[in-house]
């Protein structure tokens, strides 16, 4: 049920010390990327028992990495060159996972995680697709297509924590899990709306715009003001309800996951519906500034569950392993 044991119980391949030194390093180079950039997730991934966390710090820190080539702002890479680049990591992956040396210092942690867990391969291929996706499209018809580019951005990353996750029945967990990555990256499209828009792309999908007497022009120029205007609001209400019934879906697969690991994601659920909460309460001004959820309040979220959290995991350690 718990999945593999902590780091070195099981080890994958003839590892010598520095090559240990290097996975270890690898693996605190991806906290590191977590703490400083995703601070609602890796609050509740710190409710995790302390040996699953290293590996949900891993994929974080490819995922990060990944967007990163795509987005960094302080980049002179053209887009091309950005694709090439994503394409140079997705080779590098490959070769870690075959257990090839590799240069970048995050794929030995992401490659050990993925052979740990028996994360599917596939998963890693569509979330960099839907990367790749990002330096040649700025935008989606339909909603139905903007869910195509999330499966591979968002539901990928869900189907890769999975087994992390331990779900007692994986099957009825993966839609669940995919119904989570939707919401959280949908209320992240709403919140950084002029963030992408200043990256020349809008994850608002066209006909959502017409429908609501909008183009991108009307965009540009609420940004220009740094105020949302009233049919950018209705628009974003609207998109905010497809959220919500993401949430919805997602919830009913938390109790399906191992004990040691329904505190993390309840946490993380309600720290990412809180952000949606926050854009609510703001009435959909996302244009001025970065809305966030106050501290005091993600600290609460977090609080709150931490004593399951903990009983869990002492539970976790006195039940036998499994095989």
Known sequence: ?????????????????????????????????????????????????????????ALYGFTRHADDIVDDPGSPLSARQRAERLAGLHTELRAALAGDPVTDPILP????????????????????????????????????????????????IGSMMLPILAPSDVDGAREPARQLGFAFQLTNFLRDVGEDLDRGRVYLPTRDLAAFGLTRDHLRADRATGRASQPLRALLRFEAGRAHDHYARAEPGINLLAPSSRP????????????????????????????????????????????????????????????
């Open 1 to 57: 049920m718990g999945g593999p044991r902590p780091i070195g119980d099981r080890p994958i391949g003839d590892r010598s010390g520095d090559a240990r030194a290097g996975l270890a390093a690898s693996y605190a180079r991806c906290r590191r990327i977590h703490a400083e950039h995703g601070r609602s997730y890796y609050l509740a991934t710190l409710l995790l028992p302390r040996w699953k966390r290293p590996h949900v710090h």
């Open 264 to 323: 993390c994601i309840r946490a993380a659920l309600e720290l990412y519906r809180g952000i949606l909460d926050e854009i609510e309460r703001a009435d959909f001004e996302v244009l001025r500034a970065r809305v966030r959820v106050p501290r005091r309040r993600r600290l609460a979220i977090a609080a709150r569950h931490l004593v399951a959290a903990r009983a869990a995991e002492r539970a976790e350690r006195r039940a036998p392993a499994a095989g």
């Open 109 to 156: 942690a992401v490659a050990h995680t993925v052979r740990a867990f028996g994360i599917a391969t596939a998963d890693l291929d569509t979330f960099l697709a839907s990367m790749t996706a990002d330096t040649i499209q700025s935008g989606y018809q339909s909603y139905a297509d903007l869910l195509g580019y999330m499966e591979g951005s968002a539901a990928a």
